[in-house]
């Protein structure tokens, strides 16, 4: 199952910057691992950005890792067994 982090956006919208940042599914776009609604129209980034310092959704976030506990790119590398 693919990944990709989906913008929330404030009242201001685009205009006021990323609130938060979702996990959602590539087979449901539209909601956010946690179920909130996510717009169509949102900013994206690959799932290799989750963890890297972006305010995402704790809930998102938690579950995501019960499906990926690691990222494909580590598990080719062998970069997990590092950490």
Do not use: I
């Not at 919208?13 to 909601?31: C, E, K, L, N, Q």
């Not at 690959?46 to 499906?67: A, F, I, K």
């Not at 080719?76 to 590092?82: E, F, G, Q, V, Y």
């Amino acid at each position: 199952m693919a990944h990709q982090l989906r913008a929330e956006y404030g009242a201001e919208g685009p205009s006021g910057g990323v609130r938060r940042w979702h996990v959602v599914r590539d087979t449901d776009t539209a909601h956010g691992m946690c179920g909130a609604e996510v717009a169509p129209d949102a900013e994206t980034r690959p799932e290799e950005d989750w963890g890297t310092g972006l305010n995402c959704c704790q809930q998102c976030g938690s579950l995501y890792l019960h499906e990926v506990p690691f990222l494909k790119k580590d598990w080719a590398t062998d970069a997990w067994r590092a950490r």
